[in-house]
């Protein structure tokens, strides 16, 4: 029962921070169509500038979350700028190819600048565990979750109350509709690349002192944020949020009770298993919402 | 010969029927026009009977096999082959290699042999240069040989959707407004390329919107409206039918008011 | 006409045959087997997107299953590259049909993620399956081929110039087959289906056959190059299947241009000979090839050959 319990809650937070990437994700694919391959790169670069930032700058651990999401959301429309704005109208594949040559420019970039051996992002935080039901936790984890909660929560909010949420639903709604009817479409696609970018920031700074920050460390946090959003539905918010809770849970007690080895497959393999027999998702279907 | 029945076939999107009890029959050598307003459910028709919808209610019956489960490439298979609305072409190939697509329904030497260029697969190149030799000159259009198709006029890129068509030997062959924006003399060339088809025993259905075109050459005439079918027979029947002239004249009203 | 494009051909290949003593140092050698190598992998991933226009980014996945398969097969069982050659590909083919036949159902960007997953799965099961794979480390001593014939031959592939020549004869041999089949019904089948697929479904092509067939003979090219690799480095290791091959192959379909046969030829030597005499860094190699692949799609999406076409149709017509 413990050791349930134990990969249980190793499952959420873990669950959690996909859940943030593929909320990002799945925001970008609702209002531009297309399954940004640089979502992990963003989720690499924050968890760097925030490195950055507390290492030269001295800048608080908590401050630093907040600037890495907005450097990281500006790198972001830059990406979208440059290689989403320019093949405006073509064939979707095109821009899976776009978006991975910039992946994959950035990230060997970081690591020639930054070489491939990890690096420690410092927090506040003791590293002593707080067992708690038996259970043991960080301060750090507990703060990740509750952190990543709370913007789960705002993005939803922000997305519903918003007049730029209201402007995004109807963008993922129908393109042409929302631009005769007076919204600034260009905004929309800046603002929405710059939000996905910033929340898989927001995911690689709560995330980076636990496991260390290397340049490559996107790469299979992207592969995870697209099995979360294929289940979750493309374009669906909850069903990012729930689902990445999900994969989180299934890894870690796939990880416990199965093998620890092959953790990141399970993942994998619900991917493939989704895609070939229920390709619209679990949850949901199109739109924004 | 029943070639064709559509038996009681009903199509529902949501909660609109687009297809509503559709009912008939097409016999062998037969030239059937299936006319109607926009929206009458012309095209939805077209889409269910060569499989790329499947119907709500009802069957499509071929030769006595139930079909309306079949997926597109086996409905054509058995023969029901159809040309589009809109220009539907292998832009970038020549004509010629337009037109020997079709022969892939009758002739397929098989993948090894193809590879090692073995007698099956010459035998094919041959039948088919052959075969698209026959078609361009059935439709007057050896001079478009090595033409690419994209480059063709609008009315040569119609006659070389039908010789795509016609290429591949079909059963049944579904006609999507073959006359559209065709000028007066381009369709009577159309009608009689079309007595034509059925003259080497093509049967033929035709939609339409061009009155001379479907009174001119189809023996039979099936008029749908909202989905349902209003009115089946000769011509003289249906442009004597009460409620065929309802729905037609309606329509005039309502523009000149 | 005839005679004039036989005379560029004959040029060509006897280039192709003094290459290594125009550039004589074992070091050159080494880049044109590698820019080989390479070639070989660009062409069967060109078959399968210039003629089914789709993107598999899981194609490296063909390349491992070949190059693990002779790995395994030499250390294990002492097979020879010539058993490979053949084992290889039919490995690659398997799982070819097994990978294709679900998966080519999906729609572009869904097949590009599915197949990635597959590799990516694959990619794991190499590095944790330490009792076969020997996981991160790789499995080295791969043999090198001979040929013997007791008493009158016994000739091993120990020198790059000689290897060069088994690259060129494998290329040509892709190129034949490639070829063969183009100017084939099949060929034909595949040009229908890229230019008009539901046209071509609608007068009865079976687009999900051909699509296969494709996706098959793409696998198999691929596990063949994987088989080549393994025995001229005579090691192999879980990075063939990771992103450094997926991004080398992709660009040089792309930047060489789709659906030509000599465009990945020219991407292969681009992509592999370039980055050599530069003497950049894996990872610097990898920044180029990423800002490459984003600038060629956005400019030149049709690849070097499509300029190439491009200039030629304008100086047809010119003249």
Redesign the interface.
């Known amino acids: 029962m413990e050791l349930f319990l134990q990969q249980l809650v190793n499952g959420l937070i873990i669950g959690i921070i996909y859940s943030l990437v593929a909320i990002g994700l799945t925001v970008i694919y609702g209002i531009f169509g297309i399954l940004n391959m640089t979502q992990g790169t963003f989720f690499m670069i924050g968890a760097f500038a925030a490195f950055f930032l507390t290492k030269n700058f001295g800048i608080s651990y908590f401050l630093s979350i907040p600037l890495a999401m907005v450097i990281t959301g500006a790198v972001g429309i830059l990406v979208e700028r440059s290689s989403v704005r320019t093949l405006r109208g073509q064939d979707h594949i095109v821009f899976l190819l776009s978006t991975s040559g910039v992946m994959v420019a950035l990230e060997n970039l970081a690591l020639v600048v930054w070489g491939a051996t990890p690096r420690q992002l410092s927090s506040p935080f003791v590293p002593e565990p707080v067992v708690i039901l038996g259970v043991f936790l960080t301060r750090q984890k507990i703060f990740l979750f509750l952190c990543a909660a709370v913007m789960v929560f705002l993005v939803k909010w922000f997305i519903k109350t918003s007049r730029i949420g209201r402007a995004m639903r109807a963008v993922a709604t129908d393109q042409n509709a929302a631009a005769l009817m007076g919204i600034d479409v260009d905004r929309v696609f800046m603002v929405t690349f710059g939000l996905g970018a910033a929340l898989s920031a927001a995911a690689g700074v709560l995330l980076g002192p636990i496991f260390g920050i290397e340049p490559l460390m996107g790469q299979l946090t992207l592969i995870k944020a697209f099995v979360v959003v294929i289940m979750g539905g493309m374009g669906n918010i909850t069903g990012a949020f729930y689902c990445g809770l999900i994969l989180g849970v299934a890894e870690n007690l796939g990880a416990g009770y199965i093998n620890v080895d092959y953790k990141d497959a399970f993942g994998l393999i619900i991917l493939v298993l989704v895609l070939l027999f229920r390709p619209q998702g679990l949850l949901g279907r199109g739109g924004l919402r | 010969m029943v070639l064709l029945q559509v038996e009681k076939v009903s199509k529902f999107f949501g909660g609109v029927a687009a297809l509503n009890g559709v009912d008939f029959g097409i016999s062998s050598g037969e030239i059937i026009g299936l006319i109607g307003p926009n929206g009458a459910g012309k095209t939805t028709l077209f889409n269910l009977i060569t499989g790329f919808i499947r119907p709500s209610q009802g069957q499509v019956i071929l030769e006595g096999r139930v079909i309306s489960h079949l997926p597109p490439y086996e409905v054509a298979s058995l023969g029901i082959i159809r040309t589009y609305q809109k220009t539907s072409i292998f832009p970038a190939l020549t004509v010629s290699q337009n037109i020997s697509i079709g022969h892939h329904r009758w002739s397929q030497p098989g993948f090894w042999a193809a590879l090692f260029h073995a007698r099956p697969h010459v035998e094919e190149r041959a039948k088919t240069q052959a075969r698209v030799q026959e078609i361009l000159e059935f439709l007057e259009m050896t001079w478009a040989a090595d033409s690419t198709a994209r480059n063709l006029s609008y009315g040569d890129q119609r006659k070389l959707e039908m010789a795509i068509a016609l290429s591949s030997q079909p059963k049944l062959l579904l006609l999507d407004e073959p006359a559209a924006g065709l000028n007066p003399e381009e369709t009577l060339g159309m009608m009689r390329i079309i007595e034509k088809i059925r003259e080497q025993g093509i049967t033929v259905l035709v939609v339409e919107h061009d009155m001379k075109l479907v009174m001119g050459i189809c023996e039979r005439i099936v008029v749908l409206n909202h989905g349902t079918k209003i009115a089946e027979g000769t011509s003289e029947q249906i442009q004597n039918h009460e409620e065929v002239i309802k729905v037609y004249l309606g329509e005039e009203d309502e523009e000149l008011n | 006409m005839n005679q004039k494009r036989w005379l560029f051909q004959v040029i060509v290949v006897g280039f192709i045959l003094i290459l290594p003593f125009i550039f004589q140092s074992a070091y050159s050698h080494h880049i044109l087997v590698s820019s080989g190598i390479f070639i070989l992998l660009s062409l069967g991933l060109n078959l399968i997107m210039g003629y089914t226009g789709q ?1 598999p ?1 899981g194609y490296p996945l063909f390349f491992g299953l070949g190059a693990y398969t002779t790995a395994l097969g030499s250390t294990l069982l002492g097979t020879t590259f010539w058993h490979g050659l053949v084992a290889a590909p039919i490995v690659a083919g398997i799982f070819g049909f097994l990978i294709g036949y ?2 080519l159902r ?1 729609r ?3 097949f ?3 197949t ?3 590799a ?2 694959f990619g ?2 190499l590095k ?1 399956w330490v009792s076969l794979t020997r996981g991160s480390m790789g499995i080295p001593g791969i043999s090198s081929p001979k040929i013997v014939i007791p008493g009158l031959i016994d000739f091993t592939f120990n020198r790059e110039i000689k290897w060069y020549y088994l690259v060129v004869a494998i290329c040509a041999l892709y190129l034949l ?1 490639n070829r ?2 183009i100017r ?3 060929g ?2 595949w ?2 289906i890229r ?2 697929e ?11 056959k051909w699509k296969m ?1 494709a996706f098959i003979v793409g696998a198999m090219m691929g596990g063949m190059a994987g088989c080549v690799y393994a025995h001229y480095y005579n090691i192999v290791s879980p990075d063939l299947v990771g ?1 450094y091959y997926v ?1 080398i192959a ?1 660009n040089i379909v ?1 930047i060489g241009g789709r659906g030509s046969l000599l465009g990945p030829v020219l991407g292969g030597i681009l992509f592999t000979a370039v980055p050599e005499y530069l003497r950049a ?1 894996k ?2 190699r ?13 400019f030149m ?1 049709q690849g070097i050959m499509g300029v190439v076409n491009d200039i030629r149709d304008r100086w047809f017509r010119g003249r």
């Open positions: 993107m980014f679900p998966c999906l572009g960007p869904y590009a993620i599915v990635l997953a597959f990516e799965i794991l099961i944790n087959v063969s089949l084939s019904y099949v034909e089948a040009l229908a230019e008009n539901d046209l071509a479904e609608a007068v009865a092509v079976n687009t999900f067939v992103l991004t992709f792309i860094s990872d610097l990898q920044v180029i090839f990423g800002v490459i692949m984003l600038l060629g799609i956005i999406p």
